[in-house]
């Protein structure tokens, strides 16, 4: 069994930056490939950014390359989601996830573990 539990949200303006942190507890968080997905009202749960359990391999949406950086502690059992150059299309609620395998990394079906979301809001 693995815990996640995310923090750093908050309003920002658009053009802004914040970070996000998930704090694992439980099961050897380094054998765990980790990922962000964010759901905004009405919409589905959509992939943002993922990283490898082993060599820190990341990938990422599209819409966030160039803008979002993921990255993990595994001495600390934590990831992280650095949000740069914020839009208001970035508003969502945000979600921590773990898993063993992970695959497809993209696909929120793939995770086992989950967090229980941290509120961002960017205006503009």
């Known amino acids: 069994q693995v815990q996640l539990v995310e923090s750093g949200g908050g309003l920002v303006q658009a053009g802004g930056s914040l970070r996000l942190s998930c704090a694992a507890s439980?099961?050897?968080?380094?054998?765990?490939?980790m990922g962000w997905f964010r759901q905004a009202p009405g919409k589905e749960r959509e992939f943002v950014a993922h990283?490898?359990?082993?060599?820190?391999?990341?990938n990422y949406a599209d819409d966030v390359k160039g803008r979002f950086t993921i990255s993990r502690d595994n001495a600390k059992s934590t990831v992280h989601l650095q949000m740069n150059r914020l839009k208001p299309e970035d508003t969502a609620i945000y979600y921590c996830?773990?898993?063993?395998?992970?695959?497809?990394?993209?696909?929120?079906?793939?995770?086992?573990?989950w967090g229980q979301g941290t509120q961002v809001t960017v205006s503009s």
């Open positions: 439980g099961r050897t968080f380094s054998r765990y490939a």
């Open positions: 996830a773990a898993d063993q395998s992970a695959s497809p990394y993209d696909s929120h079906r793939a995770y086992k573990y």
């Open positions: 990283i490898t359990w082993g060599d820190g391999i990341t």
